[in-house]
């Protein structure tokens, strides 16, 4: 039974921390860090994280096809926010979901976007699926470290199910050995990562191979007949080395988009999978390589569905939608890099009740409000009277989502009393497009930004809170700057 990727999606945070600023505070202790000052890395705001991440990377993939027959839900990471608390429960609850499908975290290693993939693939040939695959990370690095200048944050979401879909597989390959590259052992913050030299001479110009080799045999391909070779990697030239030693083309290793995301860890693969798709030809293979205790390997065919079926933004969209930012110590900040004095405002008790969360959970988490089903009138939240004044008819509210509803916003206030990890506090009224409205919370402000308004905004899901004394994070929705602004500020 052939089985494929029927649609792909991605995301990358607007924010792109200027590389040369990590390096200029930086360099008075490690000069060095100089040669890495090109380029910008991406960063996920404060209210981002895998979750979130996997959720928008997901809306992307879904938007053309739709979210009908998904039985699988699989999120990948090293950096999820819970150890006991399935993170893709969350994310399914947030794309409407949750109930029939099965959902699963896989995580412990950097080829975990890759095994998420082939495992999904597994039960597509089965009879199973369609499984939708996503993928995000948002590491922390130390100060001065190698890994800051290199990493990003983004996120990538794959639907496989049976068929050819938009690029089959021809035949995928593991290799897996107990080669520690870095690693970073439990309750730890960063990652220890060992010699660079050893690492490319030892991991990647030995153990890739293994993998590879045995995925272009079971093809039946050899190494020239790849068009496209993704393997995520920040050092250079690393993937031409390795595409070097393979036998394949030097104008197959693709962009690793570490001049303008960074390289975004158990994701990246499935990234640079996603980017590679938004231009591949019909006929054209492409290779994608995960690498972590060993290697996944996955040769795949784009088919002739896949010029009507790219996603309306995609990497490529998410890459254009950007903001310079100059600003590191913000940076710091707001991954909790350096500990600030926050005030006696966020001092708060955040304890979230956890029966008042599940009870509501459909509309906290996928943002359900109501429509009266005796004159149409939406609002949200429900209740148990129509608002419509010529109407108030009672019980008649039936589930209605607003997530994915275009809005508009009527007033907002920047406040800078009310805590906030990163001030000020956006908030206001949005009005739906399709009837009902929200007081919500503004994300991806910028500080100098000139809200009016009739402003286009969309909905977002985001973490709207967080419990540092118990560790938990609160989801919510809010609302940001719609494409249509993001398209005047490129000219476009």
Not at 158 to 186: C, I, M, N, P, W
Not at 371 to 388: D, E, R
Request: hydrophobic fraction near 40%.
């Amino acid at each position: 039974m052939s089985v494929g990727i029927h649609a792909f999606g991605g995301y990358v945070p607007r924010q792109r921390l200027q590389r040369r600023v990590i390096a200029e505070a930086n360099a008075w202790f490690n000069p060095a860090l100089m040669g890495l000052g090109r380029g910008e890395r991406a960063v996920a705001g404060w209210d981002e994280d895998p979750i979130t991440m996997a959720v928008e990377a997901a809306r992307d993939c879904l938007a053309r096809r739709g979210r009908d027959g998904i039985s699988e839900v699989f999120l990948a990471s090293t950096t999820l926010p819970f150890q006991d608390r399935q993170n893709a429960g969350v994310a399914a609850e947030a794309l409407h979901l949750a109930g029939a499908v099965g959902t699963l975290d896989i995580a412990g290693s950097q080829r975990a976007g890759t095994s998420a993939l082939i495992t999904a693939c597994r039960i597509a040939a089965g009879g199973g699926g369609p499984v939708l695959v996503t993928s995000a990370e948002k590491r922390r690095t130390k100060a001065a470290s190698l890994l800051e200048l290199t990493t990003g944050d983004a996120a990538a979401a794959l639907l496989v199910g049976e068929g050819d879909g938009v690029a089959k597989l021809l035949a995928h390959a593991t290799y897996s050995t107990d080669f520690v590259d870095h690693y970073r052992g439990q309750d730890e913050r960063f990652d220890y990562v060992w010699e660079e030299r050893w690492v490319r001479d030892e991991g990647f110009m030995k153990i890739v191979p293994e993998a590879v080799g045995r995925a272009l045999s079971a093809a039946r391909l050899e190494a020239g007949a790849i068009d496209h070779f993704c393997f995520p990697s920040p050092m250079r030239r690393a993937g031409s080395s390795v595409a070097k030693k393979l036998g394949l083309a030097e104008r197959s290793v693709r962009d690793n988009l570490q001049g303008t995301c960074g390289e975004a860890g158990a994701a990246h693969p499935l990234v640079m999978l996603a980017h590679v798709l938004e231009t591949a030809a019909p006929g054209e293979r492409i290779l994608v390589a995960g690498f972590g205790q060993g290697c996944d390997a996955l040769v795949l065919e784009a088919t002739e569905a896949l010029p009507a079926s790219r996603p309306e933004r995609g990497i490529s969209g998410f890459l254009k939608r950007r903001r310079a930012d100059t600003d590191y110590h913000r940076y710091l900040g707001i991954n909790g890099l350096v500990a600030l004095e926050h005030g006696l405002r966020a001092e708060t008790d955040r304890q979230t009740g956890l029966t008042t969360l599940y009870r509501n959970r459909e509309m906290v988490l996928g943002l359900i409000g109501g429509k009266c089903s005796k004159c149409g009138t939406l609002q949200f939240p429900k209740s148990n009277v129509c608002v419509n004044p010529n109407c108030h008819a009672a019980d008649t509210q039936e589930d209605h989502p607003f997530s994915d509803m275009r809005a508009t916003m009527r007033s907002y206030t920047a406040d800078r009393l009310t805590y906030s990890v990163a001030p000020p506090a956006y908030y206001g009224m949005v009005q739906f497009e399709e009837g009902g409205r929200a007081m919500i919370d503004f994300t991806d402000i910028d500080a100098d930004a000139e809200l009016g308004v009739g402003e286009p905004m969309r909905m977002v899901f985001r973490v709207k809170d967080y419990d540092p004394r118990r560790g938990f994070r609160r989801y919510f929705w809010k609302a940001t700057p719609a494409d249509e602004r993001v398209a005047e500020e490129r000219g476009g």
